[in-house]
């Protein structure tokens, strides 16, 4: 199979490592990849973007910036469109972007299928947190793609919900998840002892932002009574919220107990998750399905998460993970704590959220091998 592979990413983060996963599995599959999308992307390093984007973000006011997205349409078709000519694909794949029209363009025009990978709802997410201007004109491209597209792969039952009420065929749409190399997780069990030797570790990865509540842990770890056993935070990645937690770490006193890794490669992030005795996702948009959990579950290490349903999609409490009620107060912590006291529980969650995620085949290869079955059967039809 040959793939054009579209998209408009703009720095390499999160994003970018879900496409280049997914484009190595491909291809690890035997399927031919051409990708499409922003120059300068293919200069960033991890982290990193174009600083020319950022500089008309800030310069352009609202209302403008967001032509100027749609009017990237235009070079963007065009270097689709000779792409689709001299590579001759058989699919179309593409993960959407808010105002990003291209390949929805070049499948009408080509009549090739059209599959569109959908992580999120674009124009709600940054009405609420993007400030978007042009908010009707937003809703209506989105929901004109979403329901152009042969298939549209949606990362999350939830998510699938929310795109067929927009008015795309419930029948077209389908829950393809996020998922790990698994082969770069070695799960490492819990050696008795551990305990004795050294603090617990409780992990977490990710974009660090306020709202993911790590400043409840920070204060529940500082709140220990010296009978309890010594615990400390590792958070792997970077963000807005890092210089506050780092402050009130150090106005607790436990500033040695809280270490940040800042940014880190995606590579990097087995070896370090392997370290984790407790492995945290505080918080989570309703929709989301989380890289981290994925790679949680692939490590074997015990997981804590919040009580919703798209983290239900993926672990059940009190055999792959303990769940709480994230609208509850202290309830994340109880939930470390039980793990903290009971050894043998991290280790039996830690080996089922392992062999769960190997059942369920939640790899980029086990996607690539499903993407590539549901075109079969759409051409077939």
């Known amino acids: 199979?040959?793939?054009?592979?579209?998209?408009?990413?703009?720095?390499?983060?999160?994003?970018?490592?879900?496409?280049?996963?997914?484009?190595?599995?491909?291809?690890?599959?035997?399927?031919?990849?051409?990708?499409?999308?922003?120059?300068?992307?293919?200069?960033?390093?991890?982290?990193?973007?174009?600083?020319?984007?950022?500089?008309?973000?800030?310069?352009?006011?609202?209302?403008?910036?967001?032509?100027?997205?749609?009017?990237?349409?235009?070079?963007?078709?065009?270097?689709?469109?000779?792409?689709?000519?001299?590579?001759?694909?058989?699919?179309?794949?593409?993960?959407?972007?808010?105002?990003?029209?291209?390949?929805?363009?070049?499948?009408?025009?080509?009549?090739?299928?059209?599959?569109?990978?959908?992580?999120?709802?674009?124009?709600?997410?940054?009405?609420?947190?993007?400030?978007?201007?042009?908010?009707?004109?937003?809703h209506a491209l989105e929901c004109r793609v979403w329901r152009s597209a042969t298939r549209v792969l949606a990362v999350t039952g939830v998510l699938k919900d929310i795109i067929a009420a927009a008015g795309a065929d419930a029948a077209r749409i389908e829950v393809v998840p996020n998922g790990v190399v698994l082969d770069r997780f070695l799960p490492a069990p819990f050696a008795p002892g551990t305990a004795a030797s050294r603090p617990l570790v409780l992990g977490f990865v990710g974009f660090v932002r306020s709202w993911h509540g790590l400043d409840a842990v920070i204060r529940a770890i500082a709140a220990q009574g010296a009978a309890a056993p010594p615990v400390s935070l590792v958070v792997i990645g970077e963000g807005p919220a890092r210089a506050d937690l780092e402050q009130l770490a150090a106005e607790?006193?436990?500033?040695?107990?809280?270490?940040?890794?800042?940014?880190?490669?995606?590579?990097?992030?087995?070896?370090?998750v392997a370290e984790f005795d407790i492995a945290l996702q505080p918080k989570v948009v309703a929709y989301a399905s989380p890289?981290?959990?994925?790679?949680?579950?692939?490590?074997?290490?015990?997981?804590?998460?919040?009580?919703?349903?798209?983290?239900?999609?993926?672990?059940?409490?009190?055999?792959?993970?303990?769940?709480?009620?994230?609208?509850?107060?202290g309830a994340l912590w109880r939930a470390i704590a039980r793990l903290i006291d009971d050894p043998g529980l991290r280790t039996r969650l830690g080996a089922a959220a392992r062999a769960e995620l190997e059942r369920r085949d939640y790899t980029w290869r086990g996607n690539a091998r499903h993407i590539a079955a549901r075109l079969a059967a759409a051409r077939a039809d």
């Open 1 to 138: 199979m040959r793939i054009l592979y579209s998209h408009r990413i703009q720095s390499r983060d999160g994003q970018s490592v879900h496409v280049e996963e997914l484009v190595t599995a491909f291809m690890q599959e035997g399927h031919e990849v051409r990708v499409v999308g922003p120059s300068f992307y293919q200069h960033a390093g991890f982290g990193g973007g174009s600083s020319t984007v950022a500089a008309l973000r800030r310069l352009l006011p609202g209302a403008l910036g967001e032509l100027a997205e749609l009017a990237y349409n235009i070079p963007a078709y065009l270097r689709l469109r000779r792409a689709c000519r001299e590579f001759r694909p058989d699919l179309i794949y593409e993960r959407y972007n808010l105002y990003y029209l291209a390949g929805a363009w070049l499948a009408r025009r080509t009549g090739l299928p059209y599959f569109l990978e959908v992580n999120s709802p674009l124009a709600d997410e940054r009405i609420r947190f993007g400030g978007l201007r042009l908010r009707r004109l937003a």
């Open 252 to 272: 607790l006193g436990i500033a040695g107990r809280v270490r940040f890794t800042g940014l880190v490669d995606h590579n990097r992030v087995p070896d370090l």
């Open 291 to 329: 890289l981290k959990i994925f790679d949680y579950m692939a490590a074997g290490r015990a997981i804590v998460a919040p009580d919703q349903p798209n983290i239900r999609e993926i672990l059940e409490h009190e055999r792959t993970a303990l769940l709480f009620d994230p609208a509850e107060d």
